[in-house]
């Protein structure tokens, strides 16, 4: 397995099964003309068999920390510890990038999703709650 930091569309689109959906060209620009954007695929055999996006986030008060943005891994491709190599990689990313942390966000049934981020180290915060706003989009 190889993990490479992607700074391609075409790479990007080449692995667009890894995303919830295809890519689209201004967001994918968008998102590869931000230094704080980061993504991430893992290679088995020059295929595409997982990826990681993270975004670092600023605060006056805080500094800046990784936001771990999302994480797929190819079906067929599960259960070979790619996930983990990739959230191990973003973390690489974030101290290297001067973060003071990383977090995320998933569901709480998501057992596989569970095991991969404890596993690398990964501790749940105590009675948070998420709260989101979804907008139309034109």
């Known amino acids: 397995m190889e993990i490479r930091r992607i700074t391609q569309v075409e790479a990007i689109k080449a692995a667009g099964h890894l995303l919830d959906d295809p890519p689209r ?34 605060h006056p008060d805080k500094g800046t920390e990784m936001f771990l943005y999302e994480l ?41 999703a569970l095991a991969t981020y404890r596993h690398v180290g990964g501790v749940p915060e105590e009675e948070q709650v998420v709260l989101v706003w979804t907008f139309d989009q034109t």
């Open 25 to 58: 060209q201004g967001a994918t620009e968008s998102f590869l003309g931000d230094e704080r954007h980061h993504l991430l695929i893992a290679y088995v055999d020059n295929v595409p068999a997982g990826m990681v996006t993270g975004v670092e986030m600023m």
């Open 72 to 112: 797929g891994v190819d079906e067929s491709f599960r259960g070979q510890g790619i996930g983990q190599a990739l959230v191990s990689a973003l973390a690489d990313v974030a101290r290297e990038r001067d973060c003071y942390g990383m977090w995320v966000i998933t569901d709480a049934d998501n057992a596989a």
